[in-house]
């Protein structure tokens, strides 16, 4: 993955188990040895997937209305 600043390829600096978030159960962290960004990775858990899964299916059913 390269950095969205500069195109340097970012080094990988860890995984971490989130703490009382119920869609995210996952973040990577990663760097950039160029330009010092720093990217943060959230991975959707169980529950969000589930829930857009949903969300799709109701969308292609019934368009929604402008609000
Ligand atoms: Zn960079």
Same mark, same amino acid.
């Given at each position: 993955?390269?950095?969205?600043?500069?195109?340097?390829?970012?080094?990988?600096?860890?995984?971490?188990?989130?703490?009382?978030? /119920?869609? $995210? &159960?996952?973040? !990577?962290?990663?760097?950039?040895?160029?330009? %010092?960004?720093a990217?943060?990775?959230?991975?959707?858990?169980?529950?969000?997937?589930?829930?857009? /899964?949903? $969300? &799709?299916?109701? !969308?292609?059913?019934?368009?929604?209305?402008? %609000?």
């Amino acid at each position: 993955m390269k950095c969205w600043h500069c195109g340097t390829e970012l080094i990988w600096g860890g995984d971490h188990d989130t703490e009382d978030n /119920e869609y $995210y &159960d996952m973040v !990577s962290n990663l760097s950039c040895p160029n330009c %010092l960004t720093a990217v943060d990775v959230w991975h959707p858990s169980e529950k969000l997937i589930k829930e857009q /899964e949903d $969300y &799709d299916k109701k !969308s292609k059913k019934k368009k929604r209305k402008k %609000l």
